[in-house]
């Protein structure tokens, strides 16, 4: 699953890539539930052939690609969704669902390996009555500066604890199973805590540890391969996540692991 650094990554990556390359043909391999909104898998193909990619930028986790005419190209990568930048002659991985292929440059293959990644053609004046959730969409750590006390000012009216409000879109965007971990083991908080029983010594750890995670892991690469295959080189750097029973990198203490909501939470018992 992609989480915001690995999608701003992407988003980067493409829009340099991609950016001013025309659309030769399209191929919808997957299912026809792929490509949302379309009444055939050749009205999908033909919308985009002899298109151009102006742009790609991201709104939430939605990477949006500008093809011109105000109409946009939505990609929702759900839990198994990603982009990959081929030569045509390059196998085709079982998992990809659409091929688009550029008069010059290759190709650009859309992956769906969980079946719940889409690609959407929509107005661009359209985009928020379809996707309703962007209107009211969390702190946005790489495109919307907040201060820290304007981010206390939201934390300490939510209720639940840390780690469910951390992965809550309409909190922080973005933010799954890893981040989320490295960013409270950064911080020094228990991923029960209630947010209203924050001090404001931790408030401000808490927002430094957003902040600086989310960046430090878009400089350094992620940790998912990017669009080209490349690994991510943020690996290097996390301290708890994946790391059961090993010291944390920068830390006081061993990596220990409890269940939480089924899934496996990585933290240091010095988190309080």
Not at 72 to 85: D, K
Not at 179 to 202: C, F, G, M, N, V
Not at 224 to 246: H, I, Q, S, T
Request: aromatic share 8%; glycine share 10%.
């Amino acid at each position: 699953m992609l989480e915001l650094p690995e999608v701003e990554i992407l988003r980067r990556d493409l829009d340099k890539d991609v950016g001013g390359r025309k659309i030769k043909n399209v191929e919808v391999t997957g299912p026809k539930r792929v490509i949302e909104g379309a009444s055939t898998k050749k009205a999908f193909e033909s919308a985009l052939e002899g298109r151009k990619i102006v742009s790609v930028r991201r709104r939430g986790m939605l990477l949006v690609m500008d093809i011109g005419d105000d109409d946009l190209l939505v990609a929702n990568f759900g839990t198994g969704g990603r982009f990959q930048r081929m030569a045509r002659k390059v196998e085709v991985d079982d998992r990809t669902v659409v091929l688009v292929t550029f008069t010059q440059g290759g190709q650009l293959r859309f992956l769906d390996g969980e079946a719940d990644a889409v690609l959407t053609i929509v107005a661009a004046d359209n985009l928020e009555s379809r996707f309703p959730g962007l209107v009211d969409i969390g702190f946005d750590p790489v495109d919307e500066p907040m201060s820290w006390t304007q981010f206390g000012q939201n934390l300490i009216r939510q209720d639940g604890k840390l780690k469910h409000l951390l992965m809550n879109d309409r909190f922080v965007v973005g933010l799954g199973p890893v981040y989320s971990d490295e960013i409270l083991h950064s911080a020094l908080l228990r991923w029960d805590r209630a947010p209203s029983k924050l001090i404001t010594q931790e408030i401000r750890r808490l927002y430094r540890a957003i902040v600086e995670t989310v960046h430090n892991a878009v400089k350094h690469r992620g940790i998912e391969p990017d669009v080209f295959g490349e690994p991510g080189g943020y690996v290097e750097y996390l301290e708890v996540y994946g790391r059961a029973g090993e010291r944390s990198r920068h830390g006081r203490g061993d990596v220990l692991t409890s269940k939480i909501a089924g899934k496996t939470h990585f933290y240091c018992d010095y988190q309080v």
